[in-house]
């Protein structure tokens, strides 16, 4: 199978602009989780979707949104980018059962600065 | 609420010597319990993982690492290292939800 794939892998943008990062799951996966990682503040859950709606949410302003589209592949937006917006934002994904953890499986990530 | 605390931010070892990589966690409710590693320009690789059973849980490229509930800890072990292992190593906690990591340990072998 392949694994977790995310589009691009690297981006710079300039403060105020906004930006749409893409993450297509495992085959069979209907779960994405999208989490930020920075120096300062390490690895942050964003939120989690899961059939198109979002099942869980970090603590993280309104300018961070996402969304899962039918074939389970989610973006992300980040709108007004701040010079904090500059971070890796990874994305994981899992097959979500009942009675067990599922395994989150990450993507290489994006790396995303503002300048 | 989670939290991990990772004692470390970093650990120089000499090639071929052991390695510890201390984690500590709390958790109001049971909790499941992994160590990633991530390469340099990379994302997240799953090491192991402890979710019951056994507390001595082994994992991938020879890391075990052994959960103890009463000392709410998690602690990574390698008997001997290899310049391969030269990496940033998180600790995880989740309750099936997110995942809650800790701040790292950036494991760098000497050799």
């Known amino acids: 199978k392949a694994g977790v794939t995310q589009t691009p892998r690297y981006l710079i943008k300039t403060r105020g602009q906004q930006v749409t990062l893409s993450c297509s799951p495992i085959?069979?996966?209907?779960?994405v989780s999208w989490y930020q990682q920075t120096p300062g503040q390490g690895l942050q859950f964003l939120f989690e979707y899961f059939s198109e709606t979002q099942r869980n949410k970090g603590n993280f302003p309104g300018r961070f949104s996402g969304r899962q589209f039918s074939n389970s592949r989610s973006e992300m937006n980040v709108s007004t980018l701040e010079l904090g917006d500059s971070a890796l934002y990874l994305c994981?994904?899992?097959?979500?059962?009942?009675?067990?953890?599922?395994?989150?499986?990450f993507g290489p990530g994006t790396r995303l600065t503002v300048l | 609420a989670q939290s991990v605390t990772q004692l470390d931010s970093q650990v120089p070892v000499f090639e071929e010597a052991p390695v510890e990589l201390r984690c500590n966690y709390s958790?109001?409710?049971?909790?499941?319990l992994f160590w990633y590693v991530q390469y340099p320009n990379q994302g997240l690789q799953l090491l192991l993982k402890?979710?019951?059973?056994?507390?001595l849980v082994k994992g991938i490229n020879g890391f075990e690492a052994e959960f103890n509930k009463s000392q709410t800890s998690f602690h990574l072990r390698k008997p001997s290292v290899h310049i391969s292992d030269t990496a940033e190593y998180f600790c995880a906690v989740s309750g099936n939800e997110k995942l809650t990591f800790g701040t790292g340990t950036r494991l760098t072998i000497i050799p």
């Open positions: 994981a994904s899992r097959s979500l059962g009942t009675n067990s953890y599922n395994e989150q499986f």
């Open positions: 085959s069979g996966h209907r779960s």
């Open positions: 958790s109001s409710v049971s909790v499941y």
């Open positions: 402890y979710l019951s059973g056994s507390t």
